[in-house]
């Protein structure tokens, strides 16, 4: 069973910064390309970034180029995601993601985490 547990989100002001993790447990979550989604209020799951399974590879949407960065720690099977200049439009829960494929295509994940509060302010 495959279990993915996430951290590190909360409230924060236009401007600041955020770093989310997520911990990834069960078989085989060594092998599996790694991805943050996020889903705002009245709108659908959006892709924000991903990382392929050995972590030399990374793909951003538009909308986060340039000011999130993930990463993630192979020996503890842990992805990050680290948001900076955050503005009030990324305000979403956001949902670590495992899948078979390197892709921004939601239906490759085949697990998810629980989701973690992200709120940016004025």
């Known amino acids: 069973q495959v279990q993915l547990v996430e951290s590190g989100g909360g409230l924060v002001q236009a401007g600041g910064s955020l770093r989310l993790s997520c911990a990834a447990s069960?078989?085989?979550?060594?092998?599996?390309?790694m991805a943050w989604w996020r889903q705002a209020p009245g709108k659908e799951r959006e892709f924000v970034a991903a990382?392929?399974?050995?972590?030399?590879?990374?793909i951003y949407s538009d909308s986060v180029k340039d000011r999130f960065t993930i990463s993630r720690d192979i020996a503890k099977n842990t992805a990050y995601l680290q948001m900076n200049s955050l503005k009030r439009e990324d305000t979403a829960v956001y949902y670590c993601a495992l899948g078979g494929v390197f892709s921004r295509i939601q239906s490759t994940y085949t697990d998810w985490g629980q989701g973690t509060q992200v709120t940016v302010s004025s």
């Open positions: 069960g078989p085989n979550v060594d092998w599996k390309n």
């Open positions: 990382i392929n399974w050995d972590g030399n590879s990374s």
